[in-house]
């Protein structure tokens, strides 16, 4: 649990300060927001599948409501206790995004 809480503080210190010029600096295909939102999905789907429900649409609101977006599927998904191999995969995800911003 602890690789993903770390994962994730990392990731929040990266990016929680900027403004929103940086959030629309493009990356790829599309914006750093738009990754750090695709992150965003991709957690509350891993806590959609460690509390066995449904997954949900995030509805994608301002860039700067981003971080806290982040820290709310990442404590959901501490909060259901997952199995070490869905944690795995949601640090790999949080590592990877990390890696690109």
């Known amino acids: 649990m602890s690789d993903f ?5 990392r990731l929040l210190t990266q990016v929680r300060h900027w403004e929103e010029g940086r959030w ?3 990356v790829g295909a599309g914006t750093k927001g738009d ?9 509350a789907d891993l806590g959609a599948e460690a509390e066995s429900r449904a997954a949900r649409e ?3 609101t301002h860039d700067l409501v981003l971080p806290d977006q982040l ?11 997952p199995a070490e ?3 795995a995969r949601a640090t790999s995800a949080v590592d990877d995004l990390r890696s690109t911003i």
Not at 71 to 81: G, L, P, Q, S
């Open 24 to 26: 629309k600096a493009s």
């Open 58 to 60: 995030v509805p994608r």
């Open 71 to 81: 820290r709310v599927v990442a404590d959901d998904i501490i909060a259901a206790d």
């Open 35 to 43: 990754l750090v939102f695709g992150l965003v999905q991709r957690l």
């Open 85 to 87: 191999e869905l944690l």
């Open 5 to 9: 809480a770390t994962s994730v503080e």
